[in-house]
């Protein structure tokens, strides 16, 4: 290996480091081929190398006179009978935490009686959390619990950042989806601030009732996906 070949593909690595650490957004303007000359202190040749391999891993795309973007590729995010987001994005081989924003314990309100089939003024454990897809905030997920039933959902769900493995502590041992709404929004100033992302980009939103092994509900969660970074695929 020559050392022209060890100088571009040690400027391949730096860039593709940022980007999948989410340095970057998405559709950002990298600097220009001769910005990046400047700063690893080689010639134009060298950084088009490197674009060239960036362009081939399908992790920055052109515009003609305008300059080389960030592009990233959807992750596909399953909807089925079973609930495992946790599981379901490591299957797509891709990092996944959960950080809880909020969370408190309150009456129910009409909705939350409705959907979880609750008695009126019974309390429910209301969390706000981010999930976050290789280090980048990616999900905003609303929940709501019965507490009178799982009193201690919240430390279990802290410890295990799963709502499946808080559930199993609790003696659930299978989450099903009853039925899931999908529906789109444009991203407002809190959402996007959360997110990451410019206000007015669009959301994509599910409302899921999820029940244990007798059908008895026991999650409400409503959840707002970055569109440019999921997409939802519907298993049947």
Known sequence: MTSKDLLWKEIY???KREIVLNKYKINKKLDSEGEYAKQFNVN?????????ELKNDNLIYSKRGLGVFVKTSKI?????????FTENILEEN???RIEIKSFDIAECN?????ELNLNKKEKVTRI???GYINNSPSVITFRSIPHDRFPKFINHFVKKQSVTKAFNLLNVKKIIRSKTLISAEISDKIKSNLL??????PLIKTTSINVDFNK???????SYFDGSKIQILVKV
């Open 110 to 114: 009409l909705f939350e009686k409705k």
């Open 44 to 52: 134009r040749h060298t950084i088009r190398r490197a674009f060239k």
């Open 94 to 96: 891709k990092s996944v």
């Open 196 to 201: 990451n992302i410019d206000v007015g980009k």
């Open 216 to 222: 008895t509900p026991i999650e409400l969660s409503e």
């Open 128 to 130: 706000n959390s981010i």
């Open 13 to 15: 690595n730096s860039i």
């Open 76 to 84: 596909n995010y399953s909807i089925s009978k079973n609930v495992r």
